[in-house]
């Protein structure tokens, strides 16, 4: 097994796994009582929290990696410059690929990639953004928001129920207590089992907003020519995937729902792509009618691609509110009174 595996494989719900994880289980512990004793300083006060110069809307997870935090926060910005405002997407920038997934997702925000969410929020703002979108913050807990957002994916909730690292949990449930409105998104398991997560949550959570998102396969495009091509290219046709994401088998998963014969070519997340593995992908593109990749994996692969072999087609996922989409609306929309242009 790579070691790019070796975390899914050891956080799922194989025998072997849960007996090898038993050994990290001292180490989630200490991990667990770390994270309740920081957020507890955070809300009584203990340590403060820095307000930034425009208003501040935080998307983040409870979870490691795959819940569509990333997708969501490019809703929320392109939804922002539909109503004439700039926003300004506030990254880490891990692994490198993030801000340019990002640009290509919201061409109209301005991106920001800086560790220091106060110092890229000045950014932000001299570039002339005037809300904020703070991607992968729920944890960020040094910076205020003035609306947080908790995005928990349905698949994530089969594996183990450990904090890091015998399991891929941050925090536990009661961290949601933190937020404004609850986003559950699904890529590969049915409707109904979201729905039954969103239910648990509006029990335990009385009174926040539960809102239910399906990440589906919106729309193909070739990575060099750009030119959109229809989801139904793909039934009964063999496709190459290759995803180099946190969770590449709900995208094999995903093809498959159009009818597509799926060979998946999974990589670690934020997976940098050397010449070998061009070059392999293009060897196996040969028993296949399509190659397609993320848009995380386009913006490595993009411009690296020989010539002479059929371009890779990426496949956007769409937000395709399935719960409550009108009420985080309205959230995001309470927020911009407060903050005249």
């Known amino acids: 097994m790579s070691g790019a595996r070796v975390a899914p494989w050891l956080w799922g719900t194989n025998s072997v796994a849960r007996v090898v994880r038993l050994a990290l289980v001292p180490f989630a512990l200490v991990y667990g009582a770390m994270m309740r004793l920081r957020a507890g300083l955070y809300r009584r006060a203990v340590l403060k929290a820095t307000r930034l110069p425009l208003p501040a809307v935080a998307v983040g997870n409870l979870s490691v990696g795959g819940t569509g935090k990333t997708p969501l926060a490019a809703w929320i910005a392109r939804r922002y410059a539909g109503r004439g405002r700039v926003p300004g997407i506030l990254l880490r920038g891990y692994g490198g690929d993030e801000p340019l997934v990002h640009r290509r997702l919201a061409p109209d925000a301005v991106v920001v990639a800086d560790p220091n969410r106060v110092a890229g929020a000045e950014r932000a703002r001299a570039a002339g953004a005037d809300i904020l979108v703070l991607d992968d913050a729920f944890q960020l807990l040094s910076v205020a928001r003035d609306l947080n957002i ?3 994916s349905a698949e994530s909730i089969a594996g183990s129920p450990w904090p890091l690292p015998a399991g891929p949990w941050r925090e536990r449930w009661d961290a949601l207590a933190r937020a404004d409105v609850i986003v559950v998104t699904r890529k590969r398991v049915p409707a109904a089992v979201a729905d039954r997560l969103a239910d648990r949550l509006a029990q335990r959570r009385a009174g926040s907003p539960i809102c239910v998102a399906h990440l589906a396969v919106g729309a193909l495009e070739g ?20 995803a180099g994401i946190a969770d590449p088998e709900s995208f094999a998963a995903q093809l498959a729902a159009v009818g597509a014969v799926v060979q998946l070519q999974a990589y670690q997340d934020h997976h940098p792509y050397g010449a070998a593995d061009v070059a392999r992908l293009v060897r196996a593109s040969a028993g296949a009618d399509y190659v397609v990749v993320t848009e995380k ?3 490595k692969l993009r411009g690296r691609w020989p010539r002479d072999t059929p371009e890779p087609l990426v496949a956007g996922l769409a937000v395709r ?4 989409g009108g009420v985080l609306e309205q959230a995001l929309d309470a927020v911009l009174p407060r903050f005249p242009r």
């Open 150 to 152: 908790a995005v928990v």
């Open 297 to 299: 994996d386009a913006v």
């Open 321 to 324: 509110w399935e719960r409550n």
């Open 223 to 242: 990575m060099e020519s750009g030119t959109r091509r229809e989801l139904r290219l793909l039934a009964g046709r063999r496709v190459l995937a290759a």
